[in-house]
C-alpha cells in the first residue's frame, strides 16, 4: 500500500487541503492520503487554534473516508514532531509505503523542523508549487541540501516505491489559497457584523 502523508494544523480544512491531497493521490499513484491533523504545530502559536476536535471534523469534511482520510493519528500515536510521527507510524505499518506531502511554503521552512535531515532519510517528499514560495524554497537550504536525492517530476509514480531519500516538485496548476487567508477573512466578517 502507498500513502501520502499531508500534515498540518488544519486550522481550517479548505478546499485547498482537498485538491493538493486529490492531486497528489493522482500524480504519485498512491492508494490514500492521510490529512494528518496536528494536535499542536510546534512552528505555530497556540493562539488562535481551533480545538483539535473541531480542526478534525474539518478535515473530515472535506475527505471521502476512503482514498483521503482524516485522522488524528498523531494525538493517538503522542507524537507532535513529523519525523518522530513519521518513525511511530512505519513500525505501526511496516508494509505501507509513505510519501511526505508538502507545498513549496513547507519546504522553504523545514530546515527549522526537529530533525529534518534524518526525516528526509525517512521519507520521501513530494513538493508542490505555491505562490511567491516556489523560488525561495528552490533555492534554499532544504533543497540545495536534498538536491543529489532530486527526482524530476516525470519520475514521481516511483517516488512511493524508491524510499527515502527522494524528493520531486511537481509542475501543477497553484493555488492561491490558505487557512492564514480564511482565517483573515473570517475575522473581517465578524468584526463588520453589526453589534460586534
Known sequence: MRVGLLGG???PAHEGHRRLA?????RLRLDQVWLLVSPGNPLKPAIGMAPLAERLAGAEAIA??????ATDLERELGTRFAVDTVRALRRRFPRVRFVWLMGADVLAELPRWRRWTTLARDVP??????PS????????????????????GRQATMLADAGAPGWTFLPA????????????????????SPGV
Do not use: E
Not at 486529490?22 to 493522482?26: A, G, H, K, T, V
Open 133 to 152: 514560495y516556489n523560488h525561495r524554497a528552490l533555492s534554499g537550504r532544504a533543497a540545495h541540501r536534498l538536491r543529489p536525492f532530486h527526482r524530476p
Open 9 to 11: 494544523s488544519f486550522n
Open 173 to 192: 496548476r497553484q493555488m492561491d489559497i490558505s487557512a492564514t487567508s480564511i482565517r483573515a477573512r473570517t475575522a473581517r466578517g465578524r468584526s463588520s
Open 22 to 26: 486529490d492531486l497528489m493521490r493522482r
Open 125 to 130: 517528499f513530494a513538493v508542490l508549487p505555491r
Open 64 to 69: 471521502d473516508g476512503r482514498r483521503i482520510v
